[in-house]
């Protein structure tokens, strides 16, 4: 189990670049990360990576080894989720991420009744707005909106979700409800996501005519989704939001739909994971699990009975 520890090791500082971070996603600490990939250093009798006081890079030798060490894990992990299967007690570990309006609202509250079912089971969950790549951050499942750029990982779909344009009464009140896409642009402030590498800078409108990308403008903007909706609730601007993260505000009247008659394209709601051989059967239990609870909670979900 030492060496395999170590190969663990490797792949993480490998795949981040940094033996810290490596370190703290393992939650070992940053001596002990070290002292494994000595000691498979070591062993193999080569120098995996050049370390300075500011840089770690991987040499020609720990360039060959990274594919290697991945199929020797792939390997072991697949082994280890066989046997799990046939036990019929999975356990072990499972790193989950999640935007974080989703993951607040339909993924962590569901955790607790998954872990009561599976308690072998840990889930380690991250929320983030940011793009999230699969492999390099060790993640077993990720849970997004939109379209998934990696055409190598497997995709599991959950719904179309309804989207809206919104704001609080208090900014329609000040700058008035926009009639048209073009008022839309050219005389409300727009609330939007942005952050490095962010896929959607327009709003996709239905019109008549099709679908129409609007680009929009406000003096905000934030990598965070909540951050934009509670500056919509302060009457900072317009936001456009799927609608299980705002539901709850248009029925206590604290938002209010606008532009109707133009609402956003509904966005894909799905989740991703590795495109192994045989599915980890930890994965695909929370999976299974989240997409029953997920369908049933925003199945009901309708904008009209809330306007």
């Known amino acids: 189990m030492a060496y395999l520890d170590n190969i663990r090791t490797f792949i993480r500082v490998y795949e981040l670049g940094n033996m810290s971070s490596a370190a703290r996603d393992m939650r070992i600490s940053a001596a002990v990360a070290s002292a494994r990939i000595s000691q498979l250093e070591e062993h193999l009798g080569v120098r995996l990576f050049q370390r300075t006081t500011r840089m770690l890079n991987p040499t020609e030798q720990g360039n060959i080894f990274y594919p290697g060490a991945r199929k020797i894990l792939e390997a072991v992990d697949e082994a280890e989720d066989e046997v799990n299967e046939v036990t019929l007690a999975p356990r072990g570990v499972l790193h989950v991420s999640a935007p974080l ?26 929320l983030s707005d940011r793009k999230i790549d699969l492999a390099t951050e060790g993640l077993d499942v990720a849970f997004f909106q939109g379209v998934p750029e990696d055409s190598s990982l497997r995709i599991r779909k959950i719904a179309d979700c309804e989207r809206v344009l919104c704001a609080s009464p208090a900014y329609i009140a000040q700058r008035g409800d926009p009639k048209t896409i073009a008022a839309l642009r050219a005389e409300h402030d727009c609330l939007n996501l942005r952050y490095p590498g962010a896929p959607e800078f327009q709003w996709p409108l239905q019109t008549k005519d099709g679908v129409k ?14 951050v934009l909706t509670n500056w919509a609730l302060q009457g900072l601007g317009i936001i456009m939001k799927p609608l299980f993260e705002v539901a709850d505000h248009i029925k206590d009247g604290r938002l209010l739909a606008v532009l109707p008659q133009h609402p956003p394209v509904p966005i894909q709601m799905a989740c991703l994971y590795s495109h192994r051989r045989k599915q980890d059967p930890k994965a695909r239990l929370f999976i299974d699990f989240m997409v029953t609870r997920i369908t049933k909670n925003i199945g009901d979900l309708r904008l009209d009975p809330l306007a």
Not at 213 to 226: A, K, L
């Open 213 to 226: 990308r609007i680009e929009v403008n406000g003096p905000f903007e934030c990598d965070d989704g909540d």
């Open 101 to 126: 309006g989703l993951g607040r609202r339909l993924i962590a509250p569901e955790v607790a009744a998954f872990h009561a079912e599976y308690p072998l089971i840990k889930i380690r969950l991250r």
